[in-house]
């Protein structure tokens, strides 16, 4: 008999990646995902167009919140937290309150129905964003942890809160911290996303900043064997940094997608936003050591990946406006 793993966020970006990754793997998923309206519900459900044709995969469209999350867990070897309200620029004002509830409340819920289920491990999606804009680079795991960003903030609460629930009541888990996931399927409002889409359209990129900022990009596949390697993962360490090892300016970027594209990019800067940090670099020494994680794709070759996928959803229906 297989076994089973739970993830959440499975219509998501990484969360349908993990879940074809898992029934690859010989598992049965049941996936749960309330299918927020932060971006199209339609392109989400295009992520699990294959995944449902899996008779090992099974789909709840329920919130964390309001899930019998006891009955739910039964069974279960592994679950896979990757549900969270995403986004850092969107994350301040009133919106907070969608974080709070996403990030914070469901996090919980789901650690005290885990009490009456210790045999099952967590792998807590973490973000880089708990470090801030630290000039300790490369970031490890031990710096301190300052987020500029209610985003960062309440990743940085799931995080604490893991912890706690482990020291109070055994609960295992592991917290992987990403750094700027991309690839096919990326959320549209991340930057490789806006910018590919763009330039799709011909219309002009707007870049926050100056562009010399630099990001730690990790390609999606990678992040998901991190998941893997996780859940296998016998060891004392609870938190990993996830990056990919290609850490570059954003007008690097700018200048593969050109060349990838064979086009002229028309470029703006504006103002940088409340929240970004400058820089973001992944010591990620741990993950290698005590997981036996090693990022296989290039920057180059994920963003031609990327490329690629959007290409394909505008030819099966995505539209003029990519994420639509």
Known sequence: MA??????????FIGSHVSERLIDEGMDVLGIDC????????????HLRDLIKSDRFDFLERDLNELDLEEVLGGACCVFHLAAQAGVRSSWGAEFTRYVDSNILATQRLLEALKEHKEIKLIYSSSSSVYGDTKLLPMK????LNPISPYGATKLSGEHLCELYHYNFGIRYVALRYFTVYGPRQRPDMAFSKFINSAFKG?????YGDGR??????FVSDAVEANILAMKYDGDERIFNIGGGSRVSVLEVLDIIAEEMKTELDVKFIDREKGD????WADTSRAKGELGFVPKVSLG???AEEIDWYRRYLQMGGGGVIGG
């Open 213 to 218: 900022q630099t990001r730690d990009f990790t």
């Open 141 to 144: 795991e031990d710096h301190p």
């Open 277 to 280: 940090v400058l820089d973001t």
């Open 3 to 12: 076994e089973r793993v739970i993830v959440t966020g499975a219509a998501g």
């Open 35 to 46: 299918l927020t309206d932060y971006y199209s519900p339609d392109r989400k459900r295009l």
């Open 203 to 207: 219309v002009r990129i707007e870049v």
């Open 301 to 303: 070759d994920g963003i």
